[in-house]
């Protein structure tokens, strides 16, 4: 799946594709190409992308983003669904969802869709083409079938999208210093739906779905931040219970100040513990001993 979705990066042919790009750009007047085509009356192809003015760093912090044992990815995604949820978290890279549509209005129109997946990321550094070399990370989720062994059942009110592939991909170009975002999508929405209604979300959805990742990108930066504090706060506390073994210390540390365990260094001394409100001198020896291990 990643060859195909590169394929669709640096080998696109734009024959049998109809072009909606014209007039499309988003709040900072950068430029959407956005190409679509049907396979079948339910089934198609999306392809989006634009330039992507951030720098360097983003591809890498964009990965770490992607993380497993998170469920915001695609925040975008998120709020057009009523579930959104993890169902098995594999490695770090790989994790099962589930995802249920919320159609609104078509609803009236439409029986309601769900999917079963696998959200992933990958890397390439120094991908190489037409002797460019480029540096790639991107999300790619895809189905999994009824036989897997996490499958989860389909919701009886629901029908079962086929999702091929979907994914956003930060592509950087080394000798440019430009980095380009992409919008890969391949869906079979099974079941019967009117063509009108196809049609005419075809036509915008690609488009505004790369636009929206554009604009809240500074939300995910914000949100890995946020998450990465959250991490570092846990490795302290995992480190005065499992280590120290004197948790009720967590809160005091903590109030003081050491966020996390980058804030304590050998430096600290029986004095400065003492202050901090560690009243007891063998706990005091006992911190100290294993902040030397540190």
């Not at 430029?31 to 992507?52: D, G, K, L, N, P």
Request: proline letters at 2%; aromatic letters at 14%.
């Amino acid at each position: 799946l990643k060859q195909r979705i590169l394929h669709l990066i640096f080998n696109f042919d734009d024959k049998n594709w109809t072009n909606a790009s014209p007039k499309v750009e988003d709040n900072n007047n950068n430029v959407i190409t956005y190409h679509y085509r049907f396979i079948t009356s339910t089934s198609y192809q999306m392809r989006a992308c634009m330039i992507f003015e951030h720098n360097h760093n983003d591809i890498l912090d964009y990965y770490t983003y992607l993380q497993s044992g998170y469920n915001d990815d695609d925040m975008t995604w998120a709020n057009n669904s009523s579930t959104n949820k993890i169902i098995k978290i594999f490695d770090k890279s790989h994790q099962l969802m589930y995802n249920k549509g919320n159609g609104g209005f078509l609803n009236y129109f439409i029986t309601p869709r769900d999917t079963c997946y696998i959200r992933s990321r990958f890397k390439e550094i120094s991908y190489e083409f037409k002797q460019t070399k480029y540096d790639i990370v991107g999300s790619l989720h895809y189905s999994v079938k009824q036989h897997h062994p996490f499958y989860y059942p389909l919701d009886k009110k629901c029908v079962r999208v086929d999702m091929k592939y979907r994914g956003f991909i930060l592509s950087y170009n080394t000798e440019l210093k430009q980095i380009k975002l992409y919008y890969i999508a391949y869906f079979d929405i099974k079941g019967s739906i009117p063509q009108w209604i196809t049609t005419a979300g075809i036509k915008t959805i690609g488009s505004n779905y790369i636009k929206q990742f554009n604009e809240s990108w500074m939300d995910k930066m914000k949100c890995l931040k946020q998450r990465q504090k959250l991490q570092q706060r846990n490795e302290l506390k995992s480190w005065l219970i499992d280590t120290v073994g004197l948790p009720q210390y967590i809160d005091t540390f903590i109030n003081n100040g050491f966020e996390d365990l980058s804030f304590i260094n050998h430096d600290l001394n029986e004095d400065d513990l003492k202050e901090v409100g560690i009243k007891l001198k063998g706990h005091r020896m006992k911190i100290l001993s294993e902040i030397k291990r540190l």
